[in-house]
């Protein structure tokens, strides 16, 4: 179980400065531009906070989609910048993200192709790409990750 949860991928230097970069970047992407204003709106938005038509999140009420929608995009954001527990939050914050895309927008066009700003899949499909990555190799060298999981010997892959 703790391999499951704390492997940390390669441990090739460049390979986890690269994934440490996107781990940061997309993960502070994610907590400051879309968790933290949730939080500070909750009050105003919970009873109207959209919930998808795809069972089983149709059987939420709008708060508590919005509470889980806080988590993945606060908590999980935040493993995935520190690189703990990385893989498990990235499949939560890219679940939610494949949610938003193709439960709630999913009559939306794929791209944006005016001038004014409206609701796309694009958006949540370009934050589900690195948590794919992500999950498939691992927080890299550079991550709480590594320190907890030492494996005794070096992969041949």
């Not at 909750?42 to 109207?48: E, G, L, P, S």
């Not at 998808?52 to 954001?77: D, H, K, Q, R, W």
Request: hydrophobic share 55%; aromatic share 14%.
């Amino acid at each position: 179980m703790k391999r499951f949860f704390f492997d940390c991928g390669t441990r090739d230097a460049t390979a986890s400065v690269g994934f440490l970069a996107l781990r940061v970047l997309v993960g502070l992407m994610m907590l400051i531009g879309h968790g933290i204003p949730k939080i500070w709106s909750y009050q105003a938005m919970k009873d109207f906070f959209p919930v998808p038509n795809t069972f089983p999140f149709s059987l939420l009420t709008p708060p508590m989609s919005m509470g889980l929608v806080i988590f993945a995009e606060v908590v999980a954001a935040a493993l995935i910048i520190v690189g703990f527990a990385t893989r498990p939050a990235a499949f939560v914050l890219g679940l939610c993200m494949t949610v938003a895309a193709f439960g709630w927008l999913g009559s939306a066009p794929w791209f944006q192709n005016t001038a004014t700003l409206v609701e796309t899949k694009e958006l949540p499909i370009m934050f589900t790409i690195p948590m794919i990555a992500i999950i498939l190799s691992g927080a890299g060298s550079y991550s709480l990750d590594a320190i907890i999981y030492k494996e005794g010997k070096r992969r041949r892959w």
